[in-house]
């Protein structure tokens, strides 16, 4: 620091002041707030004041401040951010922007640093709906995960919302609302602003890679298939998604059938949503029967589907395109519409929900489950959890236990007549940090469904012995650089079998090597003395 500065900055410490205690200062300043968004607020401000002492305090306290800064607490920093706004964290790009998209985007601090941008046009902000300009949160929560759970450098992340306008009344309404008044265009207009936005992209961060975010479904799909061939581009909801349920299926499917005798490949599943995350996670599911030896018409007859209508059949009038694929043509009588009677007619083994719709797992849902399966495996994966299909203490209760359980968002363990039970967090935060990180580290050109696929793998196997023992099908989420670690290293051995990889080196490392490589790419909070003299 130069004299004046220092000089300064010793004056303005006080004489007892220590890193160490200041750590615990903020951690006790974070624990007095009651209101988790005001715990998100004041973790923010930290943010601003100390990046490092904020990532620091973030490695050390996964379990506690995830919540806050991820799904949950995440959804309620987005319904609110115009009202909660504190200072520029991430780089709007709007509809008015069209025609000079590249300017704006180079106007962006870190431009040589940048590696990974999570974009989203807050269109379904988790199960929130359309939340427009207000959406800039999960692009940040995303990448504070990308730090905080795969090393990525802070100066390599670019979170960016698109503000094409909301559909949101109660937000055009809203005098202090942040992005601009006007409905969302229709999708010619969308489709230009993607394209001039996603080659812009290309030209101002060469080295980067794209995460899509919270699109709604539609538009999930269609910029998926568009621009996946011509960028390097995943999409967090399809394919993050579907990689992480594969992953927790594989292992909850082997606690079930250890329990029922009944082959891994007898098993069957029972979609309840049928949107951008259901569909993406079927489609996942697929590779589970596959790897069983079934044939991919076999594994596709595995599944079923279900949305607002009931179950998803060949026949129904106007079903949108996403849908085609699992729907029914075995199916003849009366369109089923109850769950109870979809899960009597369908014998599922798992039921998966990502419907949004809150408590739809009933007493007699859960119990019809646990009627015709030793262990029912009993997924609500619906963000956040005021949106879960099922609490975790009603699904212990009414299977009496036996059931396999994973959320979107977190639950606290439960106590059920005198044994705690843990559930697993189904949740893409295991596996998008992962793949980002092999993707940026194998330089690879694409993210291929082989990359996806073998990160689910990856995840699954990552299990300890004393996590196996404990029954729990995903890992303690204290372990996550090891697991990112991990699923980057499958992901980049992958890219180099299809070829997509553009750095040459990591081809020469033996595994060990190469593992150890990613670990030490990792960027670790630096400890910042302070100046006395
Ligand atoms: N756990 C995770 O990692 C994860 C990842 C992605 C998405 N999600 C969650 O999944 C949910 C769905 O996301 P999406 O993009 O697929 O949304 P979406 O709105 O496109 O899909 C919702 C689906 O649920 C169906 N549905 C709604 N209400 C229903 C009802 N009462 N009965 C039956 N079906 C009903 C709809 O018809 C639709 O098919 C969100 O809450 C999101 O947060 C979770
Ligand atoms: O953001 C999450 O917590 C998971 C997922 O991407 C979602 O949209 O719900
Ligand atoms: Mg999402």
Redesign the pocket.
């Known amino acids: 620091l130069p004299h004046r500065l220092l000089a300064m900055a010793i004056n303005r410490f006080p004489p007892h002041f220590t890193t160490a205690d200041h750590r615990d200062r903020c951690l006790e300043q974070l624990r007095s707030k009651c209101a988790p968004l005001e715990k998100y607020i004041y973790l923010n401000g930290l943010k601003g004041r100390d990046a490092n002492l904020f990532y620091d305090l973030l490695l050390g306290n996964m379990k506690e401040m995830v919540p806050i800064l991820y799904t949950p607490t995440v959804g309620e920093a987005c319904i609110n951010y115009s009202h909660i706004w504190r200072r520029p964290e991430g780089l709007y790009v709007s509809i008015e922007d069209k025609g000079r998209i590249r300017d704006v985007l180079s106007t962006w601090s870190n431009i040589p640093d940048s590696r990974i941008a999570v974009v989203t046009d807050g269109s379904?902000i988790?199960?929130l709906g359309d939340l427009g300009a207000n959406g800039l949160p999960i692009s940040i929560g995303k990448l504070d995960l990308y730090i905080a759970g795969a090393g990525i450098k802070p100066s390599s992340t670019v979170p960016i919302c698109l503000d094409l306008g909301t559909n949101t009344q109660r937000y055009l309404d809203d005098p202090l609302y942040i992005g601009i008044r006007n409905r969302r265009p229709g999708p010619e207009q969308m489709n230009e602003f993607m394209d001039e936005f996603m080659e812009a992209m290309k030209e101002v961060f060469p080295n980067l890679l794209v995460q899509f975010e919270d699109f709604?479904?539609d538009n999930?799909f269609k910029y998926l298939d568009r621009y996946r061939d011509k960028y390097r581009v995943f999409n967090?909801?399809i394919q993050?998604?579907g990689s992480?349920?594969l992953s927790g299926f594989i292992n909850a499917a082997n606690l079930s059938s250890a329990a029922s005798g009944k082959p891994l490949g007898d098993h069957r599943i029972l979609f309840?949503?049928?949107?951008?995350?259901?569909?993406g996670v079927a489609k996942q599911l697929l590779s589970f029967f596959t790897m069983q030896g079934l044939s991919p018409e076999e594994a596709r007859s595995r599944i079923w589907t279900?949305?607002?209508?009931g179950l998803i059949t060949a026949d129904r009038k106007g079903l949108q395109e996403h849908?085609k694929f699992f729907a029914r043509t075995d199916y003849e009588g009366h369109a089923l519409t109850h769950l109870v009677d979809i899960i009597n007619y369908v014998k599922p083994t798992a039921l998966l929900g990502?419907?949004?719709?809150k408590n739809?797992f009933t007493e007699e849902v859960v119990k019809a489950m646990a009627n015709i399966n030793e262990r029912p495996i009993i997924f609500p994966?619906?963000?956040?959890v005021h949106?879960s299909e099922v609490d975790y203490h009603n699904a212990i209760e009414w299977t009496d236990g036996k059931v396999i359980f994973a959320s979107?968002s977190p639950y606290f363990p439960v106590t059920h007549k005198d044994v705690t039970y843990e559930p697993g967090q189904?949740?893409?935060?295991y596996i998008f940090p992962g793949l980002g990180l092999g993707a940026i580290l194998s330089k690879a050109r694409h993210v291929s469904d082989a990359m996806v696929e073998q990160a689910s793998i990856a995840l699954a196997s990552s299990l300890t012995e004393e996590e196996k023992a404990a029954q729990l099908i995903y890992p303690r989420l204290t372990r996550i650089r090891d697991i990112s670690a991990q699923v980057a290293f499958a992901v980049i051995r992958q890219a180099q079998r299809e070829d997509l990889d553009m750095n040459g080196y990591l081809r020469t490392l033996p595994d060990d090597t190469l593992l150890a490589l990613v670990h030490d790419k990792m960027w670790q909070p630096p400890a910042v003395p302070i100046p006395r003299l």
């Open positions: 379904r988790l199960g709604s479904t999930a967090d909801d993050g998604t992480v349920i309840f949503g049928a949107g951008s995350a259901g569909i279900v949305d607002s209508k849908k990502l419907s949004t719709s739809a994966l619906s963000n956040p949106l979107g189904g949740n893409n935060m």
